[in-house]
């Protein structure tokens, strides 16, 4: 996709800022640039890392995680304040990245078992045959009977077969072997020996026995449970794990948010925060490149793009060390959110929130409208408290849109009355006195 294609897709999801998107845009394009180079040039380039600037509940998240769809590319979330220095509680730095090919693995066994359904639904449909089809008992010397006893079998097999077809035998039982999934051995706590952690419960995985178990289920349970041990059979899983490799190193992203929270504040630095710049002191050399350790094999972080993101609020990105500013070197900030942008975040984009309640009320048989003063009451109110309170951005309106129709999410089984329409009055019935006192507000919305 182009950046201005990209920006569009947002545009759907995502009300206002214009410069984030245009920044992860051209961020996105660049790698897509960066593939079609030759090798020797490629090593050349890094990407360029981006740090998104802005309060909660502006979209920062949201950017990121649309991005992420648009490319079908293996993304993780990670919050900075659940990292720390080596030698103190916490998770190592380095644990992200294995996470990322976690996330690599996840997305591409997904498209491996779609790719197998067919083949393994086939296998399936053989193997449930076998349980509903006793095996031919014969007299090894009457090899006449044998031949009579096979095809009354095959015959019995295709009359069981148009049967399965047809979903005549869902209610039938049938015995099955079940392997019993061993719970993983927590072998030590997370004290920044992630690596050593897996490592040794994936030693103990293979030398626990198997153990499997014999079950009285329906064919309709039994075939879901088969499909699942044929789609493992048919994926080769070394490949997978060496493509997802591969795949996390080219195109992985990293979003990293609460960066603000490891930013050493000099005048208010205390003893408390010591593993602050251990952080970055350890996440350096991973946004630089450096050649990560996984169960899987190594990958190298060069090529991974990073997006970090903070509020920024008690501090600044030139708090953070020099070298790791260095490394993120687009910088965007995002405005906080108007009364005309939660008017907009309510009714425009895709599947919005207003839509959601909608589609959750539509299963009751009721149909929900929203007049045009309603909503502009609704964007007011959360307006008004993110100003009288603490600035949450968006995330206001999921608050106050759950308060607004509680009441009708209680009745809606029991109304007679399939229509419910939603204005102005009815929002300041149920949230006009809240939100104007203050202290309800707060505890409340």
Same mark, same amino acid.
């Given at each position: 996709?182009?950046?201005?294609?990209?920006?569009?897709?947002?545009?759907?999801?995502?009300?206002?800022?214009? =410069? %984030?998107?245009?920044?992860?845009?051209?961020?996105?394009?660049?790698?897509?640039?960066?593939?079609?180079?030759?090798?020797?040039?490629?090593?050349?380039?890094?990407?360029?890392?981006?740090? +998104?600037?802005?309060?909660?509940?502006?979209?920062?998240?949201?950017?990121?995680?649309?991005?992420?769809?648009?490319?079908?590319?293996?993304?993780?979330?990670?919050?900075?304040?659940?990292?720390?220095?080596?030698?103190?509680?916490?998770?190592?730095?380095?644990? +992200?990245?294995?996470?990322?090919?976690?996330?690599?693995?996840?997305?591409? #066994? @997904?498209?491996?078992?779609?790719?197998?359904?067919?083949? %393994?639904?086939?296998?399936?449909?053989?193997? $449930?045959?076998?349980? &509903?089809?006793?095996? /031919?008992?014969?007299?090894?010397?009457?090899?006449?009977?044998?031949?009579?006893? $096979?095809?009354?079998?095959?015959?019995?097999?295709?009359?069981?077969?148009?049967?399965? @077809?047809?979903?005549?035998?869902?209610?039938?039982? /049938?015995? #099955?072997?079940?392997?019993?999934?061993?719970?993983?051995?927590?072998?030590?706590?997370?004290?920044?020996?992630?690596? +050593?952690?897996?490592?040794?419960?994936?030693?103990?995985?293979?030398?626990?026995? @198997?153990?499997?178990? *014999?079950?009285? /289920?329906?064919?309709? =349970?039994?075939?879901?449970?088969?499909?699942?041990?044929?789609?493992?059979?048919?994926?080769?899983?070394?490949?997978?794990?060496?493509?997802?490799?591969?795949?996390?190193?080219?195109?992985?992203?990293?979003?990293?948010?609460?960066?603000?929270?490891?930013?050493?504040?000099? !005048?208010?630095?205390?003893?408390?925060?010591?593993?602050?710049?251990?952080?970055?002191?350890?996440?350096?050399?991973?946004?630089?490149?450096?050649?990560?350790?996984?169960?899987?094999?190594?990958?190298?972080?060069?090529?991974? $793009?990073?997006?970090?993101?903070?509020?920024?609020?008690?501090?600044?990105?030139?708090? &953070? +060390?020099?070298?790791?500013?260095?490394?993120?070197?687009?910088?965007?900030?995002?405005?906080? #959110?108007?009364?005309?942008?939660?008017?907009?975040?309510?009714? !425009?984009?895709?599947?919005?929130?207003?839509?959601?309640?909608?589609?959750?009320?539509?299963?009751?048989?009721?149909?929900?409208?929203?007049?045009?003063?309603?909503?502009?009451?609704?964007?007011?109110?959360?307006?008004?408290?993110?100003?009288? *309170?603490?600035?949450?951005?968006?995330?206001?309106?999921?608050?106050?849109?759950?308060? $607004?129709?509680?009441?009708?999410?209680?009745?809606?089984?029991?109304?007679?009355?399939?229509?419910?329409?939603?204005? %102005?009055?009815?929002?300041?019935?149920?949230?006009?006195?809240?939100?104007?006192?203050?202290?309800?507000?707060?505890?409340? #919305?």
């Amino acid at each position: 996709m182009t950046p201005r294609e990209i920006v569009e897709e947002l545009d759907r999801h995502i009300i206002g800022q214009d =410069d %984030a998107k245009r920044a992860v845009a051209i961020a996105l394009r660049n790698r897509w640039r960066w593939k079609q180079l030759p090798e020797e040039v490629r090593k050349e380039i890094t990407p360029k890392n981006i740090i +998104m600037i802005g309060p909660t509940g502006v979209g920062k998240t949201e950017i990121t995680r649309r991005l992420a769809d648009l490319t079908s590319a293996p993304f993780v979330k990670v919050e900075a304040t659940k990292y720390t220095e080596v030698g103190y509680y916490g998770r190592d730095v380095e644990s +992200m990245v294995r996470d990322l090919v976690e996330a690599a693995i996840t997305m591409l #066994l @997904r498209k491996k078992r779609i790719e197998v359904e067919e083949p %393994a639904k086939e296998r399936v449909e053989d193997r $449930l045959l076998d349980l &509903l089809v006793p095996e /031919v008992e014969w007299n090894p010397v009457d090899e006449e009977e044998r031949e009579k006893a $096979l095809a009354r079998k095959e015959r019995t097999r295709q009359k069981f077969r148009e049967k399965l @077809r047809n979903g005549e035998l869902e209610d039938k039982q /049938v015995e #099955l072997n079940v392997e019993q999934r061993q719970a993983p051995v927590q072998v030590m706590s997370n004290v920044g020996m992630d690596q +050593m952690d897996m490592d040794l419960q994936s030693m103990f995985e293979k030398i626990m026995p @198997r153990q499997s178990k *014999t079950r009285q /289920v329906t064919v309709q =349970d039994a075939r879901k449970i088969l499909l699942e041990q044929e789609a493992e059979t048919l994926i080769d899983r070394d490949a997978l794990n060496e493509q997802a490799l591969r795949l996390a190193e080219d195109q992985g992203m990293i979003f990293l948010d609460e960066l603000d929270k490891v930013a050493g504040n000099q !005048e208010g630095r205390s003893s408390a925060d010591v593993s602050r710049s251990g952080v970055q002191r350890d996440l350096l050399p991973i946004v630089e490149g450096t050649t990560v350790q996984t169960r899987y094999g190594m990958i190298k972080t060069d090529h991974i $793009l990073f997006i970090a993101a903070g509020a920024f609020h008690s501090t600044k990105p030139s708090d &953070l +060390m020099p070298e790791l500013q260095g490394r993120f070197p687009i910088r965007v900030e995002l405005q906080d #959110l108007t009364r005309d942008d939660f008017v907009r975040i309510l009714t !425009e984009p895709h599947n919005s929130l207003t839509q959601q309640y909608e589609q959750l009320l539509s299963t009751e048989g009721i149909k929900l409208k929203y007049k045009a003063d309603s909503i502009q009451e609704i964007a007011n109110i959360a307006f008004q408290v993110n100003q009288d *309170t603490q600035n949450i951005g968006a995330r206001r309106l999921y608050t106050i849109m759950e308060r $607004l129709l509680e009441e009708l999410n209680y009745t809606a089984s029991d109304l007679k009355k399939k229509t419910v329409t939603i204005d %102005a009055k009815y929002v300041q019935s149920q949230l006009g006195e809240i939100s104007q006192d203050e202290d309800m507000s707060r505890y409340i #919305l």
